[in-house]
């Protein structure tokens, strides 16, 4: 079955960086657009940024442009999200997700990765 397993959210600095990883397994990785999304405390859902097939497009959110790069490696069947500049605002759990059939809509979620950005 669809598998996403995030690792790497941990307690960071503001300023600092950090990278997650998303390990997928049961379904053609290179066949599907692939999102990172975050829910901070108290807060819905929010998404974050998303890459196309094959990497040849990136998307982001205005709050993360410019300092999160989203990028996949489909030999190892692997999302990753490398966050730098971090704010305390970036706390939150991070999702990755996999695109359905549909472009924008997702069918299989991880179970998330804790980041937390404080001094």
């Known amino acids: 079955q669809v598998q996403l397993v995030e690792s790497g959210g941990c307690l960071a600095q503001p300023g600092g960086s950090l990278r997650l990883s998303c390990a997928a397994s049961?379904?053609?990785?290179?066949?599907?657009?692939l999102s990172w999304a975050r829910q901070a405390p108290v807060k819905g859902l929010v998404w974050v940024s998303g890459i196309y097939i094959d990497g040849s497009d990136t998307y982001y959110a205005d709050s993360v442009n410019g300092r999160f790069t989203i990028s996949r490696d489909n030999a190892k069947n692997t999302l990753y999200l490398q966050m730098n500049s971090l704010k305390p605002e970036d706390t939150a759990l991070y999702y990755c997700?996999?695109?359905?059939?549909?472009?924008?809509?997702?069918?299989?979620w991880g179970q998330g990765t804790q980041v937390t950005v404080s001094s």
């Open positions: 997700a996999k695109e359905g059939g549909v472009a924008g809509l997702y069918d299989y």
């Open positions: 049961g379904f053609t990785f290179s066949s599907y657009a």
